[in-house]
């Protein structure tokens, strides 16, 4: 059983530009969830996907999108990057999305707008 | 709202001492929580859930409704907690707190 992973690992990117990251579930997980971990803080409920269905989403604007694939695989994409997006961006896969399935984080992918 | 407050930012202990790192949460029904570690160079990982009732590492949570309180507790620490741990509250999607690292000294 693989793991949760995330690419890349590092992103530069420059204001107003867009940005994808991708993450890839653990096998047979229906559900992924992005997270924004700004230094110092906890993760912050992005969006949640189930079923390649968005299934619930955070107070983050639109220009926050994600998708997620029949193969276990998600984006995470943003439009018109700001300097405060820069952050570590978190994706976990459960099960499915009842609190009782543990999610599973990936490593992260570092987000910098300059 | 801030759903989960965990008010300190770090917490030093030397090894063999007890531990408490303290989680408070806003939320009216009943809640579901957790504990969530970090251990350095590791991904974020779930330590122990309130509906599993169960001690993991020798690390225990009670949740206190009247307090609406959530502290994780290990009466002797060892070098090997030394991590980041995150408090965290699920209500249709889950709510991190700040997170307290903890260090134990040997």
């Known amino acids: 059983e693989t793991g949760v992973t995330q690419s890349p690992t590092h992103l530069i990117k420059t204001r107003g530009q867009q940005v994808t990251l991708r993450c890839s579930s653990q096998s047979g997980h229906n559900t992924v969830s992005w997270y924004q971990q700004a230094l110092g803080q906890g993760p912050q409920f992005i969006f949640q996907y189930y079923r390649e269905e968005e299934n619930g989403r955070g107070n983050f604007p639109p220009r926050f999108s994600g998708l997620q694939f029949p193969n276990y695989s998600s984006e995470l994409n943003v439009n018109a990057l700001e300097l405060d997006d820069s952050a570590l961006y978190l994706c976990a896969s459960s099960f499915d999305p009842t609190e009782y399935n543990e999610q599973f984080f990936g490593p992260g992918t570092r987000l910098t707008v300059l | 709202a801030q759903r989960v407050t965990q008010p300190e930012k770090l917490l030093s202990v030397f090894k063999g001492a007890p531990v408490e790192l303290k989680c408070n949460y806003s939320y009216s029904g009943s809640p579901e929580l957790f504990w969530y570690v970090q251990y350095s160079r590791q991904r974020l990982q779930l330590l122990l859930r309130?509906?599993s009732r169960e001690s993991i590492k020798g690390f225990t949570a009670d949740l206190n409704k009247g307090e609406t309180s959530f502290h994780l507790k290990k009466p002797f620490a060892q070098e090997e907690d030394s991590a980041m741990y995150y408090c965290?509250?699920?209500?249709?999607?889950?709510?991190f707190g700040s997170g307290t690292k903890l260090n134990v000294k040997p």
């Open positions: 309130h509906i």
């Open positions: 965290a509250l699920h209500f249709n999607k889950f709510y």
